[in-house]
């Protein structure tokens, strides 16, 4: 067991269960599919106060708390746990890795059950709406048939929409983070550039690398690539600056070695142990290829059909999820007359600021989840009443 | 011989001239270096009409007109000729190949001459200003005593930047464009992850690569992550979006691929053909660790000695060299009464604008240099009625 660290939720573990499978978008038949997931906090009797939260590329199940076996934080530890913005005393909590990753769902390092041979990449693509779909096997399995709110940024958000439009029956609240409803041309390219690290790396061989043999330089240097897109150029300017690391040692190829070098290199070298390059393949095109409307022939018929109230945040200092693909969002779902609440916070930690401790991000998440769940029992009491 | 394509310069050819050596910033002997350039135009009588231009990182002296040789042709065609901008008819315009570089002057893949072997990474490390003082000397074997103007783009704004500091008697008119004092945070960042993908490329082998068995995968990926931040995400919208290449075919790892995922594979590819791997992380950490004030103790007086008229240009579309840098010089420049004329220019092109036509560089630039060099030709004239 891993040693004490500090979490508010102390240790949790995270199961991992065996569903029916599904076809995918691109018509893959998945004869069953492993998910596993976090519960934190407690269901209720009427089952209404079921958050589920969405990760982003590189995140995992383990959304807050500490894993009892690796001693891993989770990655929203400041947001989610008891008497945080989501209360996990008030709020029972799922979180699932998403398929197509590595951290317990079924992914390409998963065994082929029609080959006995790892998937590599005889792995079918998956789109975010695949994701979603194993998460509604999940909820079935759960026995839950609503989320009151489906929340994530980035990837997580475009999963919380995909949620709102396709469940509409299933979702409450829809709270996406920096996102977008569809990759542009840029976010497309620093992906692609990511890929090509990875696939022309040699130890990567057509995906079918061993553990003690792969492409961890490819990935590494995709994990930086994504390092630099996540930070503002003001806060990188802040923390690093032109900043040396230390005096050069007779290995450095170079008489000058600056601290934001050397954080770069570890942040690769870090990333390689904890993910699989060919998950980081699928997933990045997962996110390429994702557009809300996907395989949806009457977009404004689909969107009239949703149900769920929006709270839709972006920060300013976001470069790779500007504010303006969130107010994209807003403008169609508002001239849907839906529900929608807008924030573009002031944060200068760029496409991170969703992970990271900020007062305001708390304040409007927790008091958004709590005006709309004390209206929402209002409501179920008053339907109570009249029955 | 190349093909006639089309330049109103025809065919030219660059000359390669062996120099005395110089000591480096970081104190290393050359006992001699080679420089290949490229002269247009014709030298007055005078010697009051060169202007040298100064290249980027992936530049050369092929500034303009088309190669006799190779066919290639100059990186900047559109401003560089005949009743262009920098008007070949008027001017006598110089172009050297940066040491450090690979395309004719002194370089890594140079033969050292203390060991008869190319010198790989035990070339020195070099910085901006080192390029400069290689110039100083083919200006010295020209017998050319001063600059009418210098002129140059990202690295090439630097260079020039350099001239104007250290050789204030050589510089009447100084143009840096789309540049900076130093490189920021995330500037450092990009040219970092762009060496680690050369230097973890098996095929790197220490810098002691062979020409069959270059690194180049990982060269390609350094200039596809290049490539994305000489654009604007705008431009990479307009000119890519979220456009398919093609259907996909049995080869294509994923179902979906990509215009801008093609453009870029395409660029990385036709890069490693005419780029040295070693050359790459040279001059990126020569951009590194460039600082204009590098090695001078008093910057106030280093300023106030500074004899050239400036005009400094940006592009509000730059995120790489954003206009806020610029106007960093600028103010430094005027804080110290010396004349400035800044233009921030709203095209949409990102970085890559000063390569790219564009009337209202063209007018910029060439009003400046027919204003300049008629009141400096009045000067003259005044000066030898004075006799």
């Known amino acids: 067991m891993a040693k004490k660290y500090y979490s508010d939720l102390g240790f949790v573990s995270t199961k991992t269960v065996r569903l029916p499978g599904f076809r995918t978008s691109f018509g893959y038949q998945f004869p069953y599919i492993d998910i596993n997931y976090l519960?934190?906090?407690?269901?209720?009797?009427?089952?209404?106060?079921v958050i589920l939260i969405e990760h982003a590329l590189s995140g995992n199940a383990l959304v807050s708390g500490q894993d009892k076996e690796t001693g891993a934080i989770g990655w929203w530890e400041d947001y989610v746990g008891p008497g945080k913005a989501i209360d996990t005393n008030q709020f029972y909590v799922i979180c699932s890795n998403v398929i197509g990753g590595c951290n317990g769902s079924t992914g390409p390092t998963s065994i082929n059950p029609l080959t006995n041979r790892p998937f590599n990449m005889e792995f079918p693509p998956i789109t975010i709406q695949d994701m979603v779909k194993a998460q509604t096997l999940l909820l079935d399995y759960l026995e839950i048939p609503k989320l009151f709110a489906v929340i994530g940024g980035s990837m997580g958000g475009m999963q919380a929409l995909v949620w709102a439009l396709e469940y509409p029956e299933k979702v409450h609240l829809c709270i996406p983070i920096a996102t977008c409803m569809?990759?542009?041309?840029?976010?497309?390219?620093?992906?692609?550039?990511?890929?090509?690290?990875?696939i022309s790396d040699p130890n990567w061989n057509n995906g079918n690398?061993?553990?003690?043999?792969?492409?961890?330089?490819?990935?590494?240097?995709?994990?930086?690539?994504g390092h630099i897109t996540y930070l503002s150029a003001e806060i990188m300017e802040k923390k690093f600056g032109r900043r040396l690391q230390r005096s050069p040692e007779p290995s450095d190829i170079f008489p000058v070695f600056f601290s934001v070098e050397s954080y770069l290199q570890y942040q690769g070298e870090s990333f390689?142990?904890?993910?699989?390059?060919?998950?980081?393949?699928?997933?990045?095109?997962?996110?390429?290829?994702?557009?809300?409307?996907?395989n949806i022939t009457n977009v404004e018929e689909a969107i009239q059909q949703i149900k769920s109230k929006f709270l839709i945040i972006s920060f300013e200092s976001d470069w790779l999820y500007p504010p303006e693909q969130s107010k994209q969002i807003v403008k169609i779902l508002k001239r849907a007359n839906k529900s929608v609440t807008y924030m573009n916070l002031n944060t200068n930690y760029g496409h991170d600021s969703f992970l990271i401790p900020n007062p305001e991000l708390t304040t409007?998440?927790?008091?958004?989840?709590?005006?709309?769940?004390h209206t929402l029992q209002q409501k179920n009491q008053a339907d109570l009443y009249a029955l």
């Not at 519960?39 to 106060?49: A, H, M, R």
């Not at 904890?274 to 996907?294: E, G, Q, V």
């Open 39 to 49: 519960e934190l906090g407690t269901l209720n009797e009427n089952k209404d106060n």
């Open 182 to 198: 569809a990759h542009s041309a840029i976010q497309i390219a620093f992906n692609e550039v990511g890929r090509q690290a990875i």
């Open 209 to 225: 690398y061993t553990p003690d043999k792969r492409p961890e330089h490819g990935l590494a240097v995709a994990r930086m690539i």
């Open 272 to 294: 390689v142990k904890r993910f699989d390059p060919n998950s980081y393949l699928y997933i990045t095109k997962a996110l390429d290829m994702f557009d809300w409307f996907y």
């Open 364 to 373: 409007v998440l927790r008091s958004f989840l709590e005006v709309e769940y």
